[in-house]
């Protein structure tokens, strides 16, 4: 099956600061590469994806980049707020199947 | 606000009590999922149901039960609570076709 590993488990950085949050995997059928943001006492929620036709996406302040041939993807936030401070999970989704496979998580914390 | 919710948010049993944690949604969503968050380890898939007739074991089912009693309903059973199922416990819901998962606040469970 998919594995995912996720790299750094917690990232600090200050306000204004950019913050990069990189992922690999290792099933070259995987074919759908969502980031989710959980903020504490709340369920994740999808911040933005991508798919693998394309190598790069971006929305405001994050973008994600996908590196097929390498098998890894990265979460990218430029200009950090104290309201990025929460965990930040990447998958990788094998083509029709619609199950994610999580990495384990980095908690960004930004400091004012 | 078509949402997801979950029942009990916070629930502390014993060793070898029976427990059920429930999720209802009003997004319309076929497919509902069940997931595990632990420290470090990320988000694991517990079971999944693609339609109300669809059951199929995740990862780390071992311990667990489900059932969808309706579209919007799905719950999840632990038989028999033992202290290494002490987790926060999220539940998911997606549109049939879309990759897309939505989540609700999750329930933390604690069993003594």
């Known amino acids: 099956g998919e594995n995912v590993e996720q790299h750094p488990s917690t990232l600090s950085v200050q306000e204004g600061d950019s913050a990069v949050i990189k992922c690999t995997y290792s099933?070259?059928?995987?074919?759908?590469f969502p980031w989710y943001k959980q903020e504490l006492g709340k369920g994740p929620q999808l911040i933005i994806d991508i798919r693998s036709n394309v190598g790069e996406k971006k929305d405001q302040r994050i973008a994600v980049t996908l590196n097929k041939t390498a098998k890894h993807f990265s979460l990218h936030i430029t200009e950090t707020q104290p309201e990025d401070s929460a965990v930040y999970f990447c998958?990788?989704?094998?083509?029709?199947?619609?199950?994610?496979?999580f990495g384990r998580g980095t908690s960004l914390i930004v400091h004012p | 606000d078509a949402d997801v919710t979950q029942t009990p948010r916070n629930r502390i049993t014993k060793t070898g009590k029976r427990i059920m944690l429930e999720c209802s949604q009003t997004?319309?969503?076929?497919?509902m999922y069940w997931y595990r968050q632990d420290p470090g380890l990320g988000l694991r898939l517990i079971y999944y149901s693609f339609d109300v007739k669809d059951i199929n074991k995740g990862e780390i089912s071992d311990g667990y039960s489900v059932s969808r009693q309706a579209q919007a309903k799905f719950s999840l059973s632990l038989e028999s609570a033992i202290p290494n199922q002490t987790a926060l416990y999220f539940c998911?819901?997606?549109?049939?076709?879309?990759?897309?998962?939505?989540f609700g606040p999750g329930t933390r469970l604690t069993v003594l």
């Open positions: 099933d070259s059928a995987s074919n759908y």
């Open positions: 998958a990788a989704t094998m083509g029709g199947s619609y199950i994610p496979t």
């Open positions: 997004k319309g969503h076929d497919r």
């Open positions: 998911a819901t997606s549109s049939s076709g879309r990759d897309e998962q939505f």
